[in-house]
């Protein structure tokens, strides 16, 4: 499985607290099942995103773990001005391994008036902006239409492995098993910050996705989708069940 959320790298941001603590969340990773793992550092008004010192904290666990799990570069992209001009001057700095997906995070209580048109700017820019647990926020939680609009657009969908349980609140799990049920939920990731509460482990949501759908959807969501994302290659997107329509269209980004 790939786990394209995480914040495994140690103190940069509220994830690992020291090395051991990313050294075991990584332990925890690789003896579940995980073969990738994207260190996705938020970049934000609280942590300052700096992708020299992300390059070195990943050698620094590559060479310490002899690469397993694969580490991948990335970040929990905050839609700020800031950051939306530096992505817009050089959008490799912020985008999974360089290439052309973007994980895009939402503050629990605001939705910039202008997120169309950034995100809009942004697929021009040849970036595909991957939106991070929607099912965990207040505002998206109740809006599937600006959502499926979204998608429509050229985004992507990631929800929290955790909120196939009530880990986060009833409210989340419910949004989640929606999304899910109306074909808009892309890749299923650990959103991962330590080793007990919110540990690096996606095999938990491959048993209950394979229960409750097929073993096919789960491969899907945690192998297929996330690898191609890693890799820079085509998703294929299905449009949501309440559009009526099971055509398919694909994003290719690179």
Request: glycine share 6%.
């Amino acid at each position: 499985m790939i786990d394209i959320h995480s914040h495994i790298l140690w103190d940069i941001d509220d994830g690992a607290k020291d090395r051991d603590e990313s050294l075991a969340m990584l332990k925890i990773a690789a003896d579940s099942g995980t073969t990738d793992i994207v260190a996705t550092p938020h970049s934000d008004h609280q942590y300052k995103f700096d992708p020299e010192l992300v390059k070195e904290r990943i050698l620094d666990l590559t060479e310490a773990t002899g690469g397993t799990p694969r580490i991948h570069r990335g970040c929990d992209f905050h839609l700020s001005l800031d950051n939306v001009r530096a992505a817009m001057e050089n959008h490799t700095v912020f985008t999974i391994n360089g290439l052309g997906y973007l994980m895009v995070e939402f503050a629990d209580s605001f939705i910039p008036p202008a997120t169309e048109e950034i995100l809009r700017s942004l697929i021009a820019q040849g970036v595909a902006p991957v939106i991070t647990h929607p099912e965990r926020n207040p505002i998206l939680q109740g809006s599937f239409k600006r959502l499926e609009k979204w998608i429509g657009m050229g985004c992507l969908l990631q929800i929290t492995a955790q909120c196939l349980t009530d880990r986060f609140g009833k409210a989340a799990e419910k949004t989640a098993w929606a999304l899910l049920k109306k074909g808009m939920v892309h890749v299923v990731a650990s959103d991962a910050h330590d080793t007990e509460h919110r540990p690096p482990r996606l095999d938990i949501a491959r048993d209950i996705l394979t229960r409750e759908f097929n073993a096919q959807m789960a491969s899907t969501l945690l192998e297929e989708n996330p690898s191609s994302i890693i890799a820079g290659q085509r998703v294929w997107v299905e449009a949501p069940v309440s559009e009526g329509s099971r055509k398919k269209w694909f994003h290719f980004w690179k």
